[in-house]
C-alpha cells in the first residue's frame, strides 16, 4: 500500500511552487492530501475558520508523514501552524522542504523561510519547527524531484510509521 502524505504550504504565496512538487509526486505514482482548489478554499472560508480546520482533519486522517513546503512567510501562517501542530500531535513525522527556488507562474523565485519559526506551545512551552521535523531539505539544490521519496520515508522510520 502506497503511503499517504499530507502537503502544507501557504496557499497565497506558494501555490505555483507548491504544485510543481505536487505534480512530480503524484506523476511517481503516489497519494497525496492537503490540496485544494482556490474555490473550494474560498467557500470554506466563507463559512468560517471553523470549517476549514476541520477541512484539515480530515485531510491528515490516514497520513503518516507530513511534508512542509516552506516558502517565505509559510511557517507564520495560522492555518500552516494548525496543520504542524495537529501531525506533530497525531505521530506523523514531519519533514520541512524548502521549495523558494521553484519558479513561480511569473518565473520568480522568493525569500528563504525561517525554520526557527515557533509554530505553536505545547506544556506552556514553544515549539520551534525545526525542533520537531525528521529533516529539512531544499527541492531544487537537492533534486527533490528523485529523492523527495527517500525523504519521506526516511523520516517514516524515524517515527516507526
Known sequence: MARRVFFSF?????ISRSMVVRNNWVTQGKESAGFIDKAEFEKMERQGERVIYNWIDRQL????V?????????????????EIYKSWERGNAIIGVYIHSIRD???????????????????NNPICFNEICCGIYDYVAQDGYNNMGIWIENAARTRNK
Open 10 to 14: 501557504h496557499y497565497e504565496n506558494d
Open 61 to 64: 486522517e490516514g497520513t503518516s
Open 66 to 82: 507530513t511534508v512542509v513546503l516552506i516558502g517565505s512567510e509559510t511557517l507564520e501562517r495560522k492555518f500552516v501552524q494548525y
Open 105 to 123: 507562474f511569473n518565473s520568480n523565485t522568493s525569500r528563504k523561510g525561517d525554520v526557527c519559526t515557533v509554530i505553536g506551545k505545547y506544556n
